[in-house]
C-alpha cells in the first residue's frame, strides 16, 4: 500500500518528493539535538528513563500520510517530521518531564494519550 501513495505522490506532486529530501538533513539534526537536550534536562534532575529515542519521518510514511489526509500543503499541515520519545519507568515522574519539555521548547500542540487501563500500553505526546 504504501508503494502505491509514494508512486502517486511521484507522478502528481514530485516536488514534494524533491522538498522532503531537501529537509531530511535538518530533520535528522533536530531529532538528535532535542534528544539531547532532553537528556541533559532528564540527566540534571535525576530522573531515571527507559528509553529517549528520536526519528525523523520517512518518505513513504510522510507519502502515505499527504496522500490519506488529502493535504493541500503538507509542509505547513505535518507537524511529525521529527519526533522525539521518553519512554518513563514511573508515572510519579511525568509531571517533571513535561516540565523539562515545557522549560526547554515552545509546546504548540498537547495532545495526552496515556491510558489508565492497567491492561493497556498508552503514551502521550508533547
Not at 67 to 87: C, L, M, Q
Request: hydrophobic fraction near 35%; include cysteine.
Amino acid at each position: 500500500m504504501t508503494e502505491e501513495h509514494l508512486n502517486k505522490v511521484w507522478e502528481n506532486n514530485p516536488e514534494y518528493i524533491r522538498r522532503f529530501y531537501d529537509n531530511l538533513e535538518i530533520n535528522e539534526k533536530l531529532c538528535n539535538e532535542v534528544k539531547y537536550i532532553l537528556s541533559l534536562g532528564l540527566k540534571r534532575e535525576n530522573i531515571e528513563v527507559a528509553q529517549v529515542s528520536a526519528r525523523a519521518k520517512t518518505l513513504k510514511s510522510f507519502c502515505e500520510k499527504i496522500s490519506r489526509k488529502s493535504y493541500k500543503n503538507p509542509f505547513d499541515n505535518i507537524t511529525d517530521f521529527a519526533g522525539v520519545r521518553v519512554v518513563y519507568l514511573y508515572s510519579t515522574n511525568r509531571k517533571q518531564i513535561e516540565s523539562i519539555i515545557e522549560r526547554e521548547f515552545e509546546v504548540t500542540e498537547k495532545v495526552d494519550k496515556v491510558l489508565t487501563d492497567d491492561d493497556k500500553f498508552g503514551y502521550g505526546t508533547l
